[in-house]
T-cell receptor
């Protein structure tokens, strides 16, 4: 069955420190991969996505993620965290459906706290 | 351009009552999705509309849940009668046409409706 695992429920980092959020997936075919962020009171906002091509993808707000097929991973990184990055982050996988996606399968989310 | 909107933002009801959630997708988006997040769990897919038709409703938990999208614009999700385990945050998302060649993969999410069943 298709699934997404985010092993870290909570992470606390200091402002200015680097960040890596882990995501592993189980999928029978080439997946479409996404990272979303949810700030308090807001909807889910797409940070970045991977469909094909270069396995290192750049997103908004200075985030990037690397697709590693051999490890079934799609970890999210940021070199220097800002206080405004405190939010909940969700990794998701979608089916390769004729070049687009249908339903998304989400991980349980990682709640990021940023210390001053 | 307005994003996906959902109403109400919060709803507190008693077990056995009925609640109707509404989602207004981004104008022109044919695809509309409902998802639910129960506390501490992952966000789970409920169903997918293409215009007014149900494309995939494999995630609907049971027949107490009824989703409609009359006219292919806004959608409602009714829970009748509500049970304690229905509590959670219900998200709606929309995306553009998947089939026209104007491929657009992103699903745009609304802020969610937090439902509490007492």
């Amino acid at each position: 069955a298709q699934s997404v695992t985010q092993p870290d429920i909570h992470i606390t980092v200091s402002e200015g420190a680097s960040l890596e959020l882990r995501c592993n997936y189980s999928y029978g075919a080439t997946p479409y991969l996404f990272w979303y962020v949810q700030s308090p009171g807001q909807g889910l906002q797409l940070l970045l996505k991977y469909f094909s091509g270069d396995t290192l993808v750049q997103g908004i707000k200075g985030f990037e993620a690397e697709f590693k097929r051999s490890q079934s991973s799609f970890n999210l990184r940021k070199p220097s965290v800002h206080w405004s990055d405190a939010a909940e982050y969700f990794c998701a996988v979608g089916r390769n459906y004729g070049g687009a996606t249908n339903k998304l399968i989400f991980g349980t989310g990682t709640l990021l706290a940023v210390q001053p | 351009e307005a994003g996906v909107t959902q109403f109400p933002s919060h709803s507190v009801i008693e077990k056995g009552q009925t609640v109707t959630l509404r989602c207004d997708p981004i104008s022109g988006h044919d695809n509309l999705y409902w998802y639910r997040r129960v506390m501490g769990k992952e966000i789970k897919f409920l169903l997918h509309f293409v215009k007014e038709s149900k494309q995939d409703e494999s995630g609907m938990p049971n027949n107490r849940f009824l989703a409609e999208r009359t006219g292919g614009t806004y959608s409602t999700l009714k829970v009748q009668p509500a049970e304690l385990e229905d509590s959670g945050v219900y998200f709606c998302a929309s995306s553009q046409d998947l089939t026209s060649g104007r491929v657009h993969n992103e699903q745009f999410f609304g802020p969610g409706t937090r439902l509490t069943v007492l």
